[in-house]
């Protein structure tokens, strides 16, 4: 019969702590790989775009709060797109992020809605200034925002497509 001092066991903890470790890890990146190639987060530019839109979902929403609750009646049909503006970057933040093939086809559809939004509305506070008392974020053309919302909409359609025609290649 063996008897042991105490230290095979701490050094068999730990061991099957290392185990324990690894065995996670190998979830994780079986995890990721099953998840949906839809999904924008796994690649950098993707990561990136769906950081992108975080942010300007995050500034869209503390800038149309102060101005429904203290500015609203000051103007109106400004505030009111800037409370759309946030919904749609807000919208196309979580798709990005759910990555399913119908979230893909609605993120698309919110690129191609903020895009035309952008445009309509960024024409119109030149040629119809009196609807736009204050700036919305999209005013402009998104000259608040560094003109940020005019190009983000078409860099994710770019991106979005980028991502189909991948899953579509892989299913060849």
């Given at each position: 019969?063996?008897?042991?001092d105490?230290?095979?066991?701490?050094?068999?903890?730990?061991?099957?702590?290392?185990?324990?470790?690894?065995?996670?890890?190998?979830?994780?990146?079986?995890?990721?790989?099953a998840?949906?190639p839809?999904?924008?987060?796994?690649?950098?530019p993707?990561?990136?775009?769906?950081?992108?839109?975080g942010?300007?979902?995050f500034?869209a929403?503390?800038r149309?709060?102060?101005?429904?609750?203290?500015?609203?009646?000051?103007?109106?049909?400004?505030?009111?797109?800037?409370?759309?503006?946030?919904?749609?970057?807000i919208?196309?933040?979580?798709?990005l992020?759910?990555?399913?093939?119908?979230s893909?086809?609605?993120?698309v559809?919110?690129?191609?809605?903020?895009?035309?939004?952008?445009?309509?509305i960024?024409?119109?506070?030149?040629?119809?200034?009196?609807?736009?008392?204050?700036d919305?974020?999209?005013?402009?053309?998104?000259?608040?925002y560094?003109f940020?919302?005019?190009?983000l909409?078409?860099?994710?359609?770019?991106?979005?497509?980028?991502?189909?025609?991948s899953?579509?290649?892989?299913r060849g």
């Amino acid at each position: 019969m063996h008897m042991t001092d105490g230290r095979d066991a701490e050094h068999e903890a730990p061991r099957s702590a290392r185990e324990a470790r690894a065995a996670e890890r190998a979830e994780r990146r079986a995890a990721r790989a099953a998840r949906s190639p839809y999904s924008a987060i796994h690649t950098g530019p993707g990561r990136f775009l769906t950081a992108v839109y975080g942010i300007l979902a995050f500034a869209a929403i503390g800038r149309v709060s102060y101005q429904l609750l203290l500015k609203f009646d000051e103007a109106p049909f400004a505030y009111t797109l800037s409370a759309l503006s946030a919904a749609v970057y807000i919208l196309a933040t979580v798709c990005l992020v759910i990555g399913s093939r119908a979230s893909h086809h609605i993120a698309v559809a919110a690129c191609v809605f903020e895009g035309i939004g952008v445009l309509v509305i960024g024409t119109l506070s030149f040629t119809h200034p009196e609807y736009f008392a204050h700036d919305s974020v999209w005013s402009a053309f998104g000259v608040g925002y560094g003109f940020v919302p005019l190009v983000l909409p078409f860099i994710g359609l770019w991106w979005l497509r980028r991502v189909q025609r991948s899953v579509e290649a892989q299913r060849g």
